[in-house]
């Protein structure tokens, strides 16, 4: 499957997206978002797939929205930039913790602005030692969007949230997986063998029970106990007639490793 400004590949029911801009950082033009919402409706659409990676081509991850398309000359209108997040990044953003699968983000360098929201729309995130995390947004007279605002706060607190936001300070990866801001940093040379594992490991496991995991957390964030309570039972109740329960049930009871199916 071929575009201009991503890889996209399938193999072995896992989707992979690597962002391909890498001498502008891999920030997003419209071009590149349009790319990756076709990459994302054929993942949506596919279920045979176990997960998703996404990852940036280069020695950065995303470098957030090109600037270079929203320079205005003397006189022009400046870009309706509520249009461009309600057409590009609120449907990105909400894809990726829609999908039911688990979406893995390799941040293999920086992340600025809407690049860092949008790993942090993802389900895991790992980076490289060398990367980091820049709510570049107020250097630029702008806030944290693609759901910085909801994700910050959830994540780290609102102190850091606000530290982060209103400094547009460089996060280090090591300092954002200490701060719980992301799963884990790893040297730069293991990121791509690290994440590659944990693809294989979601590859083979009871991918409806991962998804389901995901939409309850994901619900849990504004839910009631009772209503979160409501929501486990109900996802739980389907996945009590899955295949991949019926087969995790008979393996313990048989003392076999199970081979699940996915569904
Ligand atoms: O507009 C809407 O629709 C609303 C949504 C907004 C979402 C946003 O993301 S707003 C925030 C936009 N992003 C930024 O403000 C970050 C801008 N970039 C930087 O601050 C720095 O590039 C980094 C801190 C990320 C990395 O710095 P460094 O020193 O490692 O690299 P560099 O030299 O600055 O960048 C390398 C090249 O990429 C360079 O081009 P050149 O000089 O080699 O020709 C640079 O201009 C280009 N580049 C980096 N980021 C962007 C970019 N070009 C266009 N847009 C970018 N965002």
């Given at each position: 499957?071929?575009?201009?400004?991503?890889?996209f590949?399938?193999?072995?029911?896992?989707?992979?997206?690597?962002?391909?801009?890498p001498?502008?950082l891999?920030?997003?033009?419209?071009?590149?978002?349009?790319?990756?919402?076709?990459?994302l409706?054929?993942?949506?659409?596919?279920?045979?797939?176990?997960?998703?990676?996404?990852?940036?081509?280069?020695?950065?991850f995303?470098?957030?929205?090109?600037l270079s398309?929203?320079?205005?000359?003397?006189?022009?209108?400046?870009v309706?930039i509520g249009?461009?997040?309600e057409?590009?990044?609120?449907?990105l953003?909400l894809?990726?913790?829609?999908?039911?699968?688990p979406v893995?983000?390799?941040?293999n360098?920086?992340?600025?602005?809407a690049g860092?929201?949008?790993?942090?729309?993802?389900?895991?995130?790992?980076a490289?030692?060398?990367?980091s995390?820049i709510q570049a947004?107020?250097?630029?007279?702008?806030?944290?969007d693609?759901?910085?605002?909801?994700?910050?706060?959830r994540?780290?607190?609102?102190?850091?949230?606000?530290?982060?936001?209103?400094?547009?300070?460089?996060?280090?990866?090591?300092?954002?997986a200490?701060?719980?801001?992301?799963?884990?940093?790893?040297e730069?040379?293991e990121?791509m063998?690290t994440v590659?594992?944990?693809?294989?490991?979601f590859?083979?496991?009871?991918?409806r029970?991962?998804?389901?995991?995901?939409?309850?957390l994901?619900?849990?964030?504004?839910n009631?106990l009772?209503?979160?309570?409501?929501?486990?039972?109900?996802?739980?109740?389907?996945l009590?007639?899955s295949?991949?329960?019926?087969?995790?049930?008979?393996?313990?009871?048989a003392?076999?490793?199970?081979?699940?199916?996915?569904?």
């Open positions: 499957m071929s575009y201009q400004n991503i890889l590949e399938i193999t072995g029911g896992i989707a992979r997206i690597t962002l391909n801009r001498d502008r891999n920030s997003f033009t419209d071009a590149l978002h349009a790319d990756l919402r076709d990459a409706a054929k993942v949506r659409g596919d279920a045979s797939l176990r997960a998703l990676l996404l990852t940036g081509a280069g020695r950065g995303c470098a957030g929205q090109d398309e929203r320079e205005v000359p003397e006189g022009m209108e400046p309706d249009a461009t997040i057409r590009n990044y609120k449907p953003v894809t990726l913790q829609a999908l039911p699968l893995v983000c390799a941040v360098g920086v992340a600025a602005g860092a929201n949008v790993a942090l729309a993802c389900d895991i995130v790992i490289a030692k060398s990367a995390f947004f107020c250097r630029i007279g702008l806030l944290p693609a759901g910085g605002t909801y994700f910050l706060p994540l780290v607190g609102m102190a850091r949230a606000k530290g982060l936001a209103l400094t547009g300070d460089k996060l280090s990866a090591e300092q954002a200490e701060w719980g801001l992301i799963w884990k940093c790893v730069d040379a990121l063998p590659e594992a944990l693809l294989q490991q590859a083979a496991a009871p991918t029970a991962l998804a389901g995991a995901k939409e309850a994901n619900a849990a964030a504004n009631t009772k209503a979160q309570l409501d929501v486990e039972r109900d996802l739980q109740q389907a009590g007639r295949d991949d329960f019926r087969e995790g049930v008979a393996a313990f009871r003392k076999r490793p199970p081979k699940f199916a996915g569904r």
